[in-house]
């Protein structure tokens, strides 16, 4: 078998086991494994997930955050299958979602985003459109965060990323990056997390 195709079936564990484990994709373990290193989610805390549809982040957080937490999703496309009480995905477009449709400022103690633009074949588009969307995030973020709030961010790696991981970096007093193992060899993506969040003065 060529090698590439024992690295798909070895990565595809992860597709089998979220099957086994009822999560709509196998992009949860992602979230996990970014949880455990980062220490994102935690009982009673309010999230936003970004790019959340067919709903393995949104389920997988409502799960973490127990009955006292809740997790608002926001996706292109409409949502219809089942989650758990304390969690919703709504359909909407980032670009046109205002701070005071979520709640207004310090609404969320998480806003996390695996947002991915559909695939144009072009390395150097596809980067353009993924840091977009990585950016609109990181500003949706830094105004409805509460103070010391976390955030993860999926971008495609390229020319740019020293200047998306300084933008977190600005904002947040720990930044990491996560390559989580679910995602695929061939994928340019990671995760930025930037934790302990700071709001800006008033005048910047
Ligand atoms: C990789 S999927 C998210 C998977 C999800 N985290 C899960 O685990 O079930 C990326 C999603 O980003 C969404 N997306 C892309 N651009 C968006 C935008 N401008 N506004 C809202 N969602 C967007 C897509 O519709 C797609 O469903």
Redo the contacts with the bound molecule.
Sequence with gaps: MARSGRRRRHQDRFGRQARREGY??R??YKLQEIDEKVGLLRRGARVLD????????TSYAAERVQREGRVLG????AFRGELPPNAEIRQ????ELSVEELGGPASFEVVMS????ATSGHRFTDMARSEA?FLRALELACRVLTPGGAFVGKVFQGGDFPKVREAVRRRFTSVRVVRPEATRRESYEVFVCGTGFAPADEEE
């Design positions: 709509a994709a992009s949860v970004l790019g959340a549809f067919p709903g393995s982040w926001y996706d292109l496309t909407g477009d980032v670009f695996d947002m991915a633009p969307l």
